[in-house]
């Protein structure tokens, strides 16, 4: 059964970081293209990073470019953004999901980030 589960969330500070891990129990976790997703409240999740099967070619959305790096360790099938420079507007719960999300979606991890 396909599992992703997200961590490392907390409460930080306006430009503060913060490093997020979502772990992945995924056949063939390399082969896949993955992308971290936050929904904010009252909001639709919307797309914040992706990053390659091979880590070798990234994407980011415009609000976060800049800020975030989003980066994979295929030998532990996990996806980390690191995310710097953090606003209150960052303030969501994170999740991470092939393009597209073709997984079950996991718990997220909750970011807050105050002011």
């Known amino acids: 059964q396909v599992q992703l589960v997200e961590s490392g969330g907390g409460l930080v500070q306006a430009g503060g970081s913060l490093r997020l891990s979502c772990e992945g129990s995924?056949?063939?976790?390399?082969?896949?293209?993955m992308g971290w997703y936050r929904q904010a409240p009252g909001k639709e999740r919307e797309f914040v990073a992706a990053?390659?099967?091979?880590?070798?070619?990234?994407h980011y959305a415009d609000a976060v470019k800049g800020r975030f790096t989003i980066s994979r360790d295929n030998a532990k099938n996990t996806v980390y953004p690191q995310m710097n420079s953090l606003k209150p507007e960052d303030t969501a719960i994170y999740y991470c999901?092939?393009?597209?999300?073709?997984?079950?979606w996991g718990q997220g991890t909750q970011v807050t980030v105050s002011s």
């Open positions: 995924v056949v063939a976790f390399s082969s896949w293209l």
């Open positions: 999901n092939t393009d597209g999300g073709v997984f079950p």
């Open positions: 990053i390659s099967w091979s880590g070798g070619s990234t």
